[in-house]
């Protein structure tokens, strides 16, 4: 099997450096090549490139920005492998990945698969904050974290793989962004395929993000929600009201204080607790342990209030989503 690794890029030289200097360490002894698609960057990774042109094959594009998804496609059209694996340009990839992958692979063969992400010790204690928010059990990213327990496992485009017969069936990802890759998870379930989450394929994901962008992102990933349960009523869950709920009973909590009813609050501050003593053992650090509450926090709210905007204006007032939020959609 001939792996084609599909990576955007936009105006990140120095990611793609990290990036491929860890596919130089694989310990994959078969045939496999990169293919970078330059995403309209103003600041190329050409010259980076270069520097690992002899230890890899390596295929380099550059084309107009046309966002991630996209460019996901274009380099699949281009690229010769049998079978794509996605990931994103702040991704640091494991020596042994590739290996998992073609393990799991052969023993119960898949034509879309998502793999976890973790953090490395030379991380920023802010990303190892979000990192734990977005991949904890006791947040909205247990999936991520590694859990197996559901039926249907859908990937992120950070870590993804995707044969090339379920890609030419589906034509790839779609246009909105965030929300590109459950969108393609849900359009390969109903063409007939099977996705499933590699616990063992993991990749360490930088998030090259501060607190402000952080908020922005999870804001956009609550609001694309909604619009993908218009598009797909049938796989609608409640869970995916949770983030919501929770913010809106942290509130009424607050508010039943002034009444002298603490109970509820006292119930926040346990889960607080819990979150805090968690990542604090995990990151052996209380600082990352402070800090991972202030991203719990961002994430539920961000998410939350983004879902809430996006149901009342998409779900209610049935407003198309391209006209209640064009910033979620890149025009092709």
Not at 35 to 61: H, W
Not at 168 to 180: D, L, T, Y
Not at 246 to 254: A, H, K, M, N, R
Request: charged fraction near 20%.
């Amino acid at each position: 099997m001939h792996f084609s690794l599909i990576i955007p890029v936009y105006n990140r030289p120095d990611e793609v450096d990290e990036l491929l200097e860890s596919l130089a360490k694989t310990t994959y002894q078969n045939d496999f090549e990169i293919v970078i698609v330059e995403d309209g960057s103003t600041v190329p990774c050409g010259e980076v490139i270069q520097k690992y042109m002899a230890q890899l094959n390596i295929a380099y594009f550059y084309k107009e920005n046309s966002g991630p998804g996209d460019s996901r496609n274009y380099g699949m059209a281009k690229a010769s492998g049998d079978y794509f694996i996605i990931f994103d340009s702040d991704c640091i990839i494991p020596a042994q990945y590739l290996d998992e992958v073609d393990k799991a692979l052969k023993q119960d063969y898949v034509d879309c698969f998502g793999g976890p992400d973790k953090a490395l010790d030379s991380f920023s204690d802010i990303q190892k904050a979000i990192n734990f928010a977005m991949t904890s059990f006791f947040t909205t990213g247990g999936i991520r974290g590694g859990s197996e327990k559901i039926g249907k496992f859908q990937p992120r485009s950070f870590n993804m793989g995707l044969s090339r017969k379920a890609f030419e069936a589906s034509k790839g990802f779609g246009n909105i962004h965030p929300g590109e890759d459950p969108d393609l998870s849900i359009r390969l379930w109903n063409l007939g395929f099977e996705t499933r989450l590699f616990s063992k394929a993991f990749v360490y994901h930088k998030r090259r993000i501060d607190w402000d962008k952080f908020s922005v992102q999870v804001s956009k990933f609550g609001k694309a929600r909604p619009i993908l349960n218009s598009w797909y009523p049938e796989h609608n869950k409640l869970t995916f009201f949770f983030p919501t709920a929770f913010i809106l009973g942290f509130f009424l909590s607050v508010a039943l204080l002034l009444l002298t009813f603490d109970y509820f609050l006292q119930l926040y501050m346990l889960y607080f607790f819990i979150l805090f003593v968690t990542s604090s053992i995990q990151n052996r650090s209380v600082r990352i342990g402070y800090l991972s509450l202030i991203a719990v926090w961002k994430q539920f709210y961000g998410y939350g209030l983004g879902f809430l905007e996006s149901y009342i204006k998409v779900i209610v007032l049935k407003r198309q989503p391209q006209v209640a939020f064009p910033y979620l959609f890149f025009k092709k």
